[in-house]
T-cell receptor, first 119, second 116 residues
Framework: AQKVTQAQTEISVVEKEDVTLDCVYE???????LFWYKQPPSGELVFLIR????DEQNEISGRYSWNFQKSTSSFNFTITASQVVDSAVYFC????????????????WGLGTSLAVNP | DADVTQTPRNRITKTGKRIMLECSQT?????MYWYRQDPGLGLRLIYY???????NKGEISDGYSVSRQAQAKFSLSLESAIPNQTALYFC???????????????FGPGTRLTVL
């Protein structure tokens, strides 16, 4: 069965520290997609990144970077030089092949990591 | 203007009442979803719809029903609300694009529902 584990429930850092949020997944699919979403204190869910299983290149976007390693089934997210505005809950998600819906897929969500960046 | 809107944003109701949460989107996506979020339980899928004529139960559909009135509108109903349906409810949309592909979901701002 597909599963997403975010082992870190809460992380607290001081501003300007680097922080890595872990995401480990399980799937039998050979083709799958991984996602990260951010949920700031205001409550909305903001899409950050999508990665497909054939692309193991690391992604960097400003202070954010993602490390996808199929060998360890991990898709970790690093924030460099964290800022107070990075304080949020971060969710990792995995697409699942739904037999009832042909090639359409649903998302399997991790439980999230709550990141607090303190001034 | 927001691409995915939800109404109401907050609602307090009593046990046994019928409640409808509405979702509208201007993104032109064909897929729409309803989730609930509870502390410690993350996001759980209630119902999803891949087009107007295709509606499917998610992992926690009991006690809920949905209606896809148009491509842009997807409503969630609680026929007889109970206290354990108190949660934050999200609507989301995604585009189907390519067969076998999977595109990110875009979320509405959420509806905070309290059932007393």
């Amino acid at each position: 069965a597909q599963k997403v584990t975010q082992a870190q429930t809460e992380i607290s850092v001081v501003e300007k520290e680097d922080v890595t949020l872990d995401c480990v997944y399980e799937t039998r699919d050979t083709t799958y997609y991984l996602f990260w979403y951010k949920q700031p204190p205001s409550g909305e869910l903001v899409f950050l990144i999508r990665r497909n299983s054939f692309d193991e290149q690391n992604e960097i976007s400003g202070r954010y970077s993602w490390n996808f390693q199929k060998s360890t089934s991990s898709f970790n997210f690093t924030i460099t030089a964290s800022q107070v505005v990075d304080s949020a809950v971060y969710f990792c998600a995995l697409s699942e092949l739904s037999p009832r819906a042909g090639n359409n897929r649903k998302l399997i969500w991790g439980l999230g990591t709550s990141l607090a960046v303190n001034p | 203007d927001a691409d995915v809107t939800q109404t109401p944003r907050n609602r307090i109701t009593k046990t046994g009442k019928r409640i409808m949460l509405e979702c509208s989107q201007t993104k032109g996506h064909d897929r729409m979803y309803w989730y609930r979020q509870d502390p410690g339980l993350g996001l759980r899928l209630i119902y999803y719809s891949f087009d107007v004529k295709d509606i499917n139960k998610g992992e926690i559909s009991d006690g809920y029903s949905v209606s896809r009135q148009a491509q842009a509108k997807f409503s969630l109903s609680l026929e007889s609300a109970i206290p354990n349906q108190t949660a934050l409810y999200f609507c989301a949309t995604s585009d189907s694009l390519q067969q076998g592909s999977y595109n990110e979901q875009f979320f509405g701002p959420g509806t905070r529902l309290t059932v007393l």
